[in-house]
């Protein structure tokens, strides 16, 4: 069987990306003009819950040509060690968020609490996003960092989840 070059498959990659952009595109200036010929409508809430629902259709429609991204830097260890070393780096930011968001009501300015909670509420795509980087590793130092990656976004999920449970059933 006849494989393809890793160079072909980045453009391959590539092209991807620009198909998600271009379909990402489209639906952001169809939604633009929507709100435009409509405006009183469009501030509703129904309307707000269509935008969450686009936004993650669209987040979905990026991680296609991620995984195959993915799958060709797994070849690679450097590479690979690297793009772990980020994976790492971006799960410690969940954390950080978390405490941020919750203790720091008072002290932290609005922009950065809707920072911290914008990171917060993508937290279940990034996990899938280390999982899947994670099942991709061949290499042993890349696969504990990705587990460690892992292992820190799940946590800060499970306790941010824990949390809002906590705060509902309280009511504080």
């Not at 690297?82 to 300015?109: D, I, N, Q």
């Not at 609490?113 to 061949?138: D, E, H, K, Q, T």
Request: hydrophobic fraction near 55%; glycine fraction near 10%; proline fraction near 2%.
């Amino acid at each position: 069987m006849r494989t393809i070059s890793w160079r072909a498959q980045l453009w391959f990659i590539v092209l991807g990306y620009a198909a998600v952009v271009t379909v990402a595109a489209a639906l952001l200036s169809a939604r633009y003009l929507q709100e435009i010929a409509y405006p009183a409508e469009a501030s509703g809430g129904m309307w707000a819950g269509g935008d969450l629902l686009l936004g993650i259709f669209i987040v979905c429609l990026f991680m296609i040509p991620t995984v195959f991204l993915v799958r060709v830097m797994a070849k690679f260890e450097g590479v690979y060690m690297g793009y772990s070393r980020f994976l790492l780096g971006l799960s410690l930011s969940a954390p950080v968020c978390l405490s941020l968001f919750y203790f720091g009501r008072s002290h932290l300015a609005e922009s950065v609490r809707n920072l911290c909670l914008y990171r917060l509420f993508w937290s279940p795509f990034i996990l899938a996003g280390i999982g899947v980087s994670r099942f991709l590793a061949r290499f042993d130092r890349a696969k504990r960092l990705a587990s460690y990656a892992l292992l820190i976004e799940g946590l800060t999920l499970g306790i941010a989840i824990a949390l809002l449970i906590y705060r509902v059933n309280v009511g504080g």
